[in-house]
């Protein structure tokens, strides 16, 4: 099939109530984002656990070594490694999303499956990763940092360390991505905030706390 364009999701996956997810291209101030949005809901009251992938668990060590070039893997393997994070990072019944929720909390985390779809989807085939995370929940609410493919790498080019997928070849076919997995959920009952990440860090977690949290999260 050479059509790039990805039909919408039949099988409807679960929501998680309270999960809310942040993404964009590197460089596009997800870290931040996320950071504010959970010290505003904290300074309010709320119990929150922030979160992110890759994890600090061993999974996703291993995967932060890979990034930064002192181990190798493949982008196939790279992307079971980022499914096989987020598995545990769902599941660990200690401080896994899936526990925190129960416990009542928000959960926000920086990264989730949409990376995989956009980064090792690009890198290895969309259809194999789709597949791979086919069984993990949606978030209530993912905010996507919108930014031109290679305006983030020009913000983050003064890091004394530079990353694997920072070039901008890779930005390139990551900003595409990102558009192929965003269209995939259209129709399913996440809801996607699309949010122009190239706008002053306050500029953007206000409206990013406008589109959100104006209506009662759950
Ligand atoms: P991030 O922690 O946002 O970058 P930084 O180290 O600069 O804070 O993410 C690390 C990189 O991992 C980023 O380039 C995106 C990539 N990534 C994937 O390729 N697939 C994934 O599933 C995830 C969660 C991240």
């Given at each position: ?31 931040t ?16 656990s922030?979160?992110a992938?890759?994890?600090?668990g061993?999974?996703?060590r ?9 181990e190798?893997a ?8 980022f ?15 899936l526990?925190?929720?129960k416990?009542?909390?928000?959960v ?8 995989s ?33 290679r305006?983030?790498?020009?913000r983050?080019k ?19 991505g990102y ?5 995939q ?13 190239s ?20």
């Amino acid at each position: 099939m050479t059509s790039n364009k990805t039909a919408s999701e039949t099988e409807p996956r679960q929501v998680l109530p309270g999960f809310i997810v942040f993404e964009g291209l590197d460089g596009a101030g997800t870290t931040t984002q996320a950071r504010l949005f959970v010290e505003r809901l904290r300074s309010g009251g709320a119990a929150v656990s922030a979160t992110a992938e890759p994890t600090d668990g061993p999974i996703g060590r291993h995967i932060r070594a890979v990034l930064s070039g002192s181990e190798h893997a493949s982008d196939r393997t790279m992307a079971y490694l980022f499914a096989a994070d987020r598995s545990e990072h769902l599941d660990n019944p200690d401080h896994g999303i899936l526990a925190e929720l129960k416990r009542g909390r928000y959960v926000v985390c920086d990264r989730y499956l949409f990376s995989s779809l956009a980064y090792q989807g690009s890198l290895c085939g969309f259809e194999f990763v789709r597949m791979l995370n086919s069984s993990f929940a949606l978030p209530e609410h993912l905010v996507f940092l919108e930014l031109q493919s290679r305006a983030g790498l020009e913000r983050i080019k003064t890091r004394d360390r530079n990353e694997i997928y920072e070039t901008p070849q890779i930005q390139d076919t990551v900003y595409h991505g990102y558009r192929q997995a965003l269209e995939q959920f259209r129709d399913t009952k996440m809801r996607i905030h699309r949010i122009d990440g190239s706008a002053a860090p306050e500029t953007i977690a206000e409206e990013v706390w406008r589109r959100i949290a104006i209506t009662p999260i759950h």
